[in-house]
C-alpha cells in the first residue's frame, strides 16, 4: 500500500463526523472513567502479576499446549493444534462438513478472522452469523472493525437503523434502545436453530483444560449455552498455567477495556459440559466440544525475537488504542488490518496479518509513549513499533528519508545548510518571526500551524559572547543544545546558560557537537543514529563535566539511549554510560542542584504548563518544573484540560502526517485558551514551535509561549 | 460456611445496583413470594424454573402458580424460548463486584439464566464472598473444575451503538439478585 493511498484513508476517517464524535467523546472521558475502575486495585502490581504468569506461560509453551490437550481431552473434549492458519482452517472445513452443520453462531473471536473463517465457510455454503452487536453491524455494512472492543463506532443511531430496516424489511426508528431490541429478536432465533457455537478465548488454563470468555452482551453464553457444537478458536499466546493465574488477567482486561469493573458475564468451559440435543424430549447430553489452536509461524516468530517477545504478554484490552492521540482521531480502519488496530495492532498485524500493511502504519504512531502507561501486559509498545521502523528502514531505505538524515549527521554539511537557510528564508517571513507559507512540498510544514525561523546567528557563535560571572563556581556543566537550540531558539539556550550561573555553575558548550540523532531513530534509520552518538559522545567528552545540560527533552532521552547502540564491554559503550549518567534536563537538574527558591519579580502572570511526552513519560520528570514555577514570585499557575496529551509534533511526524497532527494541536490550543493564560510554559523546544506556530496561525498573539529556563531568567531578573 | 453480615448484604446489594440489577433479601420461608413479588411487579407472565433441593424446599414453583404466572419446572430449554421470567440458584456471590456465580455444569440452570428477559437468581447469604480474589481462591482449590462456571453481573448490556451504555441484548434485559438467609 503506498503511502498517498494510506493518506486518503487518513482523510476519509477525518472526514466521517460520526467517528470523531463518539470517538473523540470516549477517548476523552476513558482515562476518568479507568481510574474510577481501578478505584481499590493497584494497578502496576496487576500487570507485574500479569507479566509474571503470561511470561511463565510463553517461556513454556509447549507444556502448555500438551497439558491443555491431556486436560482438555480427559474431560471429553476435542484439541487440534494448527501449525498454520490454513491448516486451521482445513481442520474446522472438514469438521463442519463431517457433523453435517449448516449454521453457525459466533461470539467475538479475532483469531478466526486470521483464518478467514466466515468468508471460506460463507463460501462453502455455511450460514455464519456474526453475533456481537458491533460485529454483527459492520457485516450488515459489509466493513471490517474500527475498535477491537467497540467495532462499529464509525456509525451513527440512523446508520445503524438503515442497516436493520434493509436487512429486516420493516421500518426501523434511530432509537438505540429499540435497535438493540431488534438485534436481540433477530439473532435470537439463529441462536436456537445454530448446530455450532463458535468462541474466542481470553485466556486458556493448560493445568485445567479450561477457556475463558469474557461478554457484555451474553451472546457469548448463547454461543455456549445452545448449540450441540461448540468450536474455540486461540492462539497460544493465551495460554496460563493455573485457574489461579487467570485471575490477574480479569482484573485488568474489563477496568482496561471498557473501564468496567467487571463485564456482565465471564464463563468458564471445561471439556464437554451439558447440552439439551432434542428439547422435545428433553433429552441432555455432553456437547461435542472442540478446541482449535493456533501454533502458526507468526506466533513462533514473535516468540523467537527476543525484541518482541512481550507480544504475548497481550491481554487484548484494547487500552493503547483508547489512549493514543493518533487513534482517537483516525479509528482503527487506517490501521488496515481486519483484526487488529492501533498500537498493539500494528505490531500483531505485522506478524499476524501483513507485515507490508504494517510497515505503512507503524508511521501513524507519534511515540508519545501513553500506551506504555495504560498498558494491561506492560508492553513497550513504543520502543516495538520503532524497531519495526527500523527493520523497514533497513529492508526498505528511503532514499530522500535517508538524504536528509545523512546530511543531519554530516555536521558540517548540515551546518552550513542551516546558515544558507537563514539567508533564503527571507522571502518567506516578509520580516516577521514565523514563517506562515512554505512552497511547494514544504507546505505541509505549515499547515495549521507557522514555522519560526531561523536565527541569523547560531548560539555556537553567540555562546563566546556570553559572560558568566560565577565566583567560586561549585561545578562544570556542558550544554548539549540540539538543533532546535543552537539554530533557532538561541535565546532560550542564552537563558538556560545565565540559569545555572545564577545557581553557581559553570557552562561550557561543545564546539564538536551534532545533531542527538534522534531524527534519524526515529525513522528507524540506526545507522546515522549510531554514528550521531559517536561525535557526541567524541564532542562533549563527559568525562571533564559534571553534568550535560539539554533543554529539550528528545535529546536528553536520546543521549540517555546511546549506551543500548554499542556493544557491551566496547570503550564506546562505556564512554556513553558516562554521557548518559551525566545528562539531565534543564528543570529537573536546575531544581536538583537547588534552583527552586522563592525568588521573582512579583509581577502577577498567569501560567499554564504543557507536559512533553518524552519528559513526562520517558523520563518522569512532572512535579520539579511546577515546583520552580510555584515557587517563583508573581506565578500563578493554572492547570489546564490534558495537560500531558501529546501536541502533535512528534518530531519529523507533523511534517509526515499534518493531517493528524493537525487536530491534534486544535486541541491542545482549545485547552490552553480555556485557562486564557499570559503564558504557556513548557520544557520542549519541538512542542514550542508546534504551540507557538498554532498559536501564531490563529491570530493568537496574548499567549506567549515559554520554556521554564525562559520564564525563570525573565522572572529573576538574569536576562 | 462464611459469616453472612448486614454489611456483606449491603456491600453486594450497593454493587449489583450499580450495574443496573436489583436486589432483595428472604428466609427460606419468604423466597416463594419474593420471587413471585418480583416477577409479578414486573407483568412477566411465565417463568421457568431450574429447581434445585432449596427452590423446592422453599416451595418456589407453588409460589408462581398461586400468584397467577405460568411456571415450567422440565423441558426448561423448549420453554425458555417463549417463557419471558427465569429462576435459578447459583452457588456463589461476590459481595465487591455484586456478581452471582453459576458454579456448576447443569444446562438448564444456564439456561434460564441465559435466554430469559428477566433472570432472578437466587444465592444464599453464607454463600457470599467478600472480594473476586476470594472467589479464585476458591475455584483454584477446588478439586476439579466443574464443566461450566459462569459470574453473571446485573443484565446483559452493550456500548456499541455510538458507546450509549445500553442494558439488555441477548443476554437478560432485568435482573433481580434474591439473596437467602441461611438458616
Redesign the interface.
Known amino acids: 500500500m503506498s503511502n498517498e493511498a494510506l493518506k486518503q484513508e487518513i482523510r476519509a476517517a477525518l472526514d466521517n463526523s460520526?467517528l470523531a464524535r463518539?470517538l473523540g467523546?470516549?477517548c476523552k472521558n476513558y482515562p476518568a472513567k479507568r481510574e474510577k475502575a481501578y478505584e481499590g486495585v493497584d494497578f502496576e502490581a496487576t500487570r507485574d502479576k500479569i507479566k509474571e504468569v503470561k511470561n511463565y506461560a510463553a517461556d513454556h509453551v509447549d507444556e502448555m499446549i500438551e497439558q491443555f490437550k491431556t486436560n482438555c481431552e480427559a474431560?471429553g473434549g476435542h484439541v487440534f493444534v494448527a501449525k498454520s492458519t490454513e491448516e486451521a482452517m482445513e481442520y474446522i472445513r472438514n469438521l463442519v462438513k463431517e457433523k453435517e452443520v449448516k449454521s453457525i453462531v459466533k461470539s467475538k473471536s479475532m483469531a478466526s478472522e486470521e483464518l478467514h473463517f466466515n468468508k471460506v465457510l460463507t463460501e462453502d455454503g455455511v450460514l455464519v452469523q456474526e453475533?456481537?452487536?458491533?460485529e454483527f453491524?459492520i457485516a450488515l455494512e459489509g466493513n471490517t472493525p474500527v475498535h477491537m472492543v467497540?467495532?462499529?463506532?464509525h456509525?451513527?443511531?440512523e446508520e445503524?437503523a438503515d442497516l436493520f430496516t434493509e436487512y429486516t424489511k420493516e421500518k426501523n426508528e434511530p432509537i438505540?434502545?429499540e435497535?438493540?431490541?431488534t438485534?436481540?429478536r433477530v439473532?435470537?432465533e439463529r441462536?436456537?436453530h445454530a448446530d455450532m457455537g463458535v468462541s474466542g478465548a481470553n485466556v486458556a488454563v493448560a493445568e485445567?483444560g479450561?477457556v475463558f470468555t469474557m461478554t457484555?452482551?451474553?451472546?457469548g453464553?448463547?454461543v455456549?449455552?445452545?448449540p450441540k457444537m461448540h468450536l474455540y478458536i486461540f492462539g497460544i499466546e493465551k495460554f496460563v498455567k493455573?485457574?489461579?493465574d487467570?485471575?490477574w488477567i480479569f482484573?485488568a482486561l474489563p477496568r482496561n477495556g471498557?473501564a468496567q469493573?467487571?463485564?456482565?458475564?465471564?464463563?468458564?468451559?471445561?471439556?464437554?459440559?451439558?447440552?439439551?440435543t432434542d428439547?422435545?424430549n428433553?433429552t441432555?447430553e455432553k456437547k461435542d466440544f472442540y478446541a482449535v489452536i493456533l501454533d502458526d509461524p507468526g506466533r513462533r516468530q514473535i516468540l523467537g525475537e527476543p525484541d518482541f517477545r512481550q507480544i504475548f504478554d497481550c491481554i487484548r484490552c484494547g487500552a493503547c488504542l483508547d489512549v493514543c492521540p493518533a487513534f482517537s482521531l483516525v479509528g482503527g480502519h487506517v490501521y488496515g488490518s481486519k483484526v487488529y488496530t492501533g498500537g498493539i495492532g500494528t505490531l500483531l498485524s505485522h506478524f499476524l496479518v501483513s507485515a507490508e500493511r504494517s510497515s505503512e502504519i507503524q508511521n501513524i504512531c507519534l511515540q508519545c509513549g501513553r500506551c506504555k502507561e495504560v498498558c494491561g501486559g506492560g508492553l513497550q509498545i513504543p520502543e516495538m513499533i520503532m524497531k519495526l521502523r527500523e527493520k523497514d528502514a533497513q529492508d526498505h531505505p528511503n532514499a530522500i528519508k535517508k538524504f536528509a538524515l545523512d546530511a543531519v549527521t554530516d555536521r558540517k554539511l548540515f551546518h552550513s545548510m542551516m546558515r544558507i537557510a537563514a539567508v533564503a528564508q527571507a522571502p518567506f517571513t516578509k520580516g516577521m518571526p514565523m514563517i506562515r507559507h512554505l512552497p511547494m512540498f514544504l507546505s505541509g510544514l505549515t499547515e495549521g500551524r507557522s514555522f519560526p525561523n531561523i536565527a541569523q546567528v547560531p548560539f555556537r557563535d553567540l555562546f563566546p559572547t556570553i559572560r558568566q560571572n560565577v565566583e567560586n563556581p561549585k561545578g562544570k556543566i556542558a550544554i548539549f543544545t540540539g538543533c532546535l537550540l543552537d539554530f533557532v531558539y538561541t535565546d532560550l539556550a542564552r537563558d538556560v546558560v545565565l540559569d545555572l550561573n545564577s545557581i553557581g555553575y559553570l557552562v561550557d558548550m561543545p564546539m564538536d557537537q551534532a545533531c542527538c540523532g534522534c531524527p534519524a531513530s526515529n525513522m528507524g534509520d540506526t545507522e546515522n543514529a549510531a554514528k550521531e552518538a559517536v561525535i557526541n559522545i567524541e564532542a562533549m567528552h563527559a568525562e571533564d563535566y559534571d553534568y550535560v545540560v539539554s533543554a529539550c527533552p528528545s535529546c536528553t532521552h536520546q543521549l540517555r539511549q546511546y549506551p543500548s547502540f554499542f556493544e557491551e564491554g566496547s570503550e564506546m559503550r562505556k564512554r556513553a554510560e558516562v554521557l548518559a549518567s551525566k545528562a539531565f534536563d534543564f528543570c529537573k537538574l536546575f531544581y536538583d542542584l537547588g534552583g527552586c527558591k522563592d525568588e521573582g519579580d512579583g509581577k502577577d502572570v498567569k501560567v499554564t504548563y504543557h507536559d512533553s511526552c518524552h519528559l513526562c513519560r520517558s523520563m518522569k520528570v512532572t512535579q520539579e518544573q511546577r515546583e520552580l514555577l510555584k515557587h517563583t514570585k508573581g506565578i500563578e499557575l493554572v492547570e489546564m484540560e490534558e495537560h500531558d496529551n501529546c501536541c502533535g509534533f512528534g518530531g519529523s511526524y507533523s511534517v509526515l502526517y499534518p493531517e493528524i497532527s493537525a487536530p491534534i494541536l486544535e486541541n491542545k490550543i482549545k485547552h490552553i485558551k480555556e485557562v486564557d493564560p499570559d503564558v504557556v510554559v513548557m520544557d520542549c523546544p519541538g512542542c514550542m514551535l508546534q504551540i507557538k506556530g498554532g498559536l501564531d496561525a490563529r491570530g493568537i498573539d496574548d499567549i506567549k509561549v515559554k520554556h521554564t529556563a525562559e520564564i525563570l531568567a525573565e522572572k529573576r531578573g538574569l536576562k | 460456611m462464611n459469616l453472612f453480615t448486614d454489611e456483606l448484604y449491603e456491600r453486594f446489594k450497593k454493587n449489583l445496583e450499580s450495574?443496573n440489577g436489583t436486589c432483595v433479601r428472604a428466609s427460606k420461608a419468604t423466597l416463594g413470594k419474593a420471587i413471585a413479588d418480583v416477577f409479578t411487579e414486573a407483568g412477566i407472565p411465565d417463568v421457568c424454573v431450574a429447581e434445585t433441593p432449596l427452590l423446592k424446599e422453599a416451595g418456589v414453583a407453588d409460589a408462581l402458580k398461586d400468584a397467577g404466572i405460568q411456571t415450567y419446572t422440565?423441558?426448561?430449554?423448549?420453554h425458555a424460548?417463549t417463557a419471558k421470567g427465569g429462576v435459578s440458584e447459583n452457588q456463589y456471590g461476590i459481595a465487591d463486584?455484586g456478581?452471582m456465580v453459576q458454579g456448576r455444569?447443569?444446562?438448564d440452570e444456564?439456561?434460564v439464566?441465559?435466554?430469559s428477559e428477566y433472570y432472578v437468581g437466587v444465592v444464599k447469604g453464607s454463600t457470599i464472598l467478600a472480594e473476586?480474589?476470594d472467589m479464585?481462591?476458591v475455584?483454584?482449590g477446588l478439586p476439579q473444575?466443574?464443566?461450566?462456571?459462569?459470574?453473571?453481573?446485573?443484565?446483559?448490556?452493550?456500548?456499541?451503538?455510538?458507546?450509549?451504555s445500553?442494558v439488555?441484548?441477548?443476554?437478560?434485559i432485568r435482573l433481580t439478585a434474591v439473596v437467602v438467609d441461611d438458616e
Open positions: 460520526t463518539t467523546t470516549f474431560r453475533t456481537d452487536l458491533g453491524i467497540m467495532p462499529a463506532l456509525l451513527n443511531k445503524v438505540i434502545s435497535e438493540v431490541k438485534a436481540r439473532m435470537r441462536f436456537t485445567t479450561t457484555n452482551e451474553g451472546n453464553r448463547m455456549g449455552t445452545l493455573s485457574i489461579s487467570a485471575r482484573k471498557t469493573r467487571i463485564t456482565s458475564y465471564i464463563s468458564m468451559y471445561t471439556g464437554a459440559c451439558d447440552v439439551v428439547k422435545e428433553d441432555k | 450495574v422440565d423441558h426448561i430449554r423448549l424460548e463486584l456478581t455444569d447443569d444446562i444456564r439456561t439464566a441465559t435466554m473476586y480474589d479464585f481462591d475455584l483454584a473444575m466443574p464443566g461450566f462456571i459462569g459470574f453473571i453481573t446485573g443484565p446483559s448490556r452493550t456500548a456499541d451503538i455510538e458507546c450509549v445500553t439488555g441484548v441477548h443476554g437478560p
